[in-house]
């Protein structure tokens, strides 16, 4: 009975750990995996002096549709009313069209016709590159009657600052983590000082039982024992 009871608590401990092996796979496997489009917003806050990744996506509503898009990204600074071009992409050629942005912008989108991803890399940033940046989308879906053209406008209102600021999200979801793995081991500890004591409890019970059947002889042979005697 006790060994079924620790092969019982064993296959609880290594369900427990294959548990965790697969939530640190699943989130490496997320982080890394390029495969799917979804229209995550960019971030708006950068650093002056290094680098920031303008982030602007646009999904087709149905991927087995064949398309081909061009991308231009527009910036206004914070006190000017008018956007200014400062970069185009048309795979594969990629055009800085301002010289505030010569030598600075890299494209980091998708690298063929069918572009979803228009992002740009922005080195060095200064104070003066905070404001409002607008990514366009220029998409024609090759369609079997006639093509559509489609132009989606996205903008992000982007804010340089001297020092990074943790984002409130960040913090919580790193409590978070902390906690999550603080809870699995207690429980990890908890589990296994139950199954030591069940264990241990079993072997008392099972030596107390061996215990009686051996005195059980002893008693039957001294009785015999006092019965000649008393002949």
Not at 32 to 41: K, L, P
Not at 226 to 231: F, K, S, W, Y
Request: contains cysteine; hydrophobic residues 45%.
């Amino acid at each position: 009975m006790s060994s079924i009871f620790f092969y019982s608590c064993l296959n609880i401990l290594c369900r427990m750990i294959s548990c965790l092996t697969c939530l640190v796979v699943f989130s490496l496997f997320v982080s890394q995996c390029n495969g799917g489009c979804a229209e995550v917003d960019s971030l708006t806050e950068a650093v002056a002096g290094k680098g920031f990744l303008l982030g602007c996506i646009s999904c087709k509503k149905r991927e087995e549709v064949s398309a081909r898009a061009t991308v231009d990204w527009y910036f206004k600074p914070l006190e000017e009313e008018e956007f200014r071009h400062i970069f185009h992409y048309d795979h594969p050629t990629a055009i800085v069209h301002h010289e505030d942005f010569s030598e600075r912008l890299q494209w980091k989108g998708t690298l063929n016709d069918d572009v979803q991803i228009g992002a740009v890399y922005i080195q060095n940033v200064t104070f003066n590159d905070s404001g409002t940046y607008r990514c366009t989308f220029h998409r024609t879906l090759f369609l079997l009657l006639q093509n559509e053209k489609v132009v989606v406008e996205k903008e992000v209102e982007l804010t340089v600052v001297a020092v990074a600021n943790r984002e409130l999200t960040a913090v919580i979801a790193e409590i978070v983590m902390y906690v999550l793995i603080v809870v699995l081991q207690l429980w990890l500890v908890v589990v296994m000082v139950y199954c030591y004591k069940k264990i241990w409890d079993d072997h008392e019970a099972r030596e107390a039982r061996k215990a009686l059947k051996a005195e059980g002889p002893l008693l039957g042979s001294k009785d015999n024992c006092d019965g000649v005697q008393a002949e």
